[in-house]
């Protein structure tokens, strides 16, 4: 999805395709259109394949992902402000697909999640302070991933998910 500064939010993953040139492009330069319930990156008219970095005002990247064909393919990176990594997800044609980690900003592990073909399968949880979530039971694509407010360590939310599907409660 775009933001109104020109910058991707956390809908981006990247991964070359073999025998692919190579182009890089940072992401105020691409347009996003939202075609069959999928957003499509395009550069200069065409669907986009290659690589997407920003960087902050002070030129350390925080955003790194891959596109082909205009989709989100591969591995997707995001990090704080600080340097440390604040995501790792991986996507192919456009879907969540395999492993993603998410860290809070001290470095600690907040989450790591599994994805088929779009769909949360699993999901383990971790407090600020690294202790596991135990309320957190996403297994098979049913239950309840619990999201924590790393500033006071209240629960933030609870997201429900069935069929690997998130809905509200």
Same mark, same amino acid.
């Given at each position: /999805?775009?933001? &109104?500064s020109?910058l991707l939010?956390?809908?981006?993953g990247?991964g070359?395709?073999?025998g692919? /040139? ?7 330069q ?5 075609e &069959? ?6 550069h200069e008219g065409k669907?986009f394949t290659g ?7 002070n030129r350390?990247k925080?955003?790194a992902?891959?596109l082909?064909?205009g989709?989100?393919?591969?591995l ?15 996507w192919? /044609?456009?879907?969540?697909? !395999? ?5 809070? $900003? $001290? &470095? ?5 999640e599994?994805w088929e073909?779009g769909?949360?399968?699993?999901a383990?949880?971790?407090k600020?302070? !690294?202790e596991?979530c135990p309320?957190t039971?996403? /297994?098979?694509?049913? &239950?309840?991933?619990?999201v924590?407010?790393v500033?006071s360590?209240?629960v933030l939310c609870r997201?429900a998910y $069935?069929?690997g599907k998130y809905?509200?409660?």
């Open positions: /999805k775009w933001e &109104g020109g939010t956390l809908t981006c990247g070359l395709v073999r692919m /040139k190579e182009r890089t492009v940072m992401s105020d691409l347009e996003c259109k939202e &069959g319930g999928e957003d499509v990156y395009y669907p690589r997407v970095k920003d960087f902050d005002k350390q925080f955003h992902c891959n082909n064909e989709l989100l393919d591969g997707w990176v995001t990090w704080h402000n600080n340097g440390n990594k604040e995501n790792a997800l991986f192919s /044609k456009g879907s969540m697909h !395999g492993r993603s980690t998410h860290w809070y $900003k $001290k &470095g600690i592990k907040e989450r790591e599994h073909n769909k949360l399968m699993s383990e949880v971790w600020p302070n !690294g596991r309320d039971n996403v /297994k098979d694509g049913n &239950g309840v991933m619990v924590y407010d500033h360590w209240p997201l $069935k069929d809905v509200e409660d």
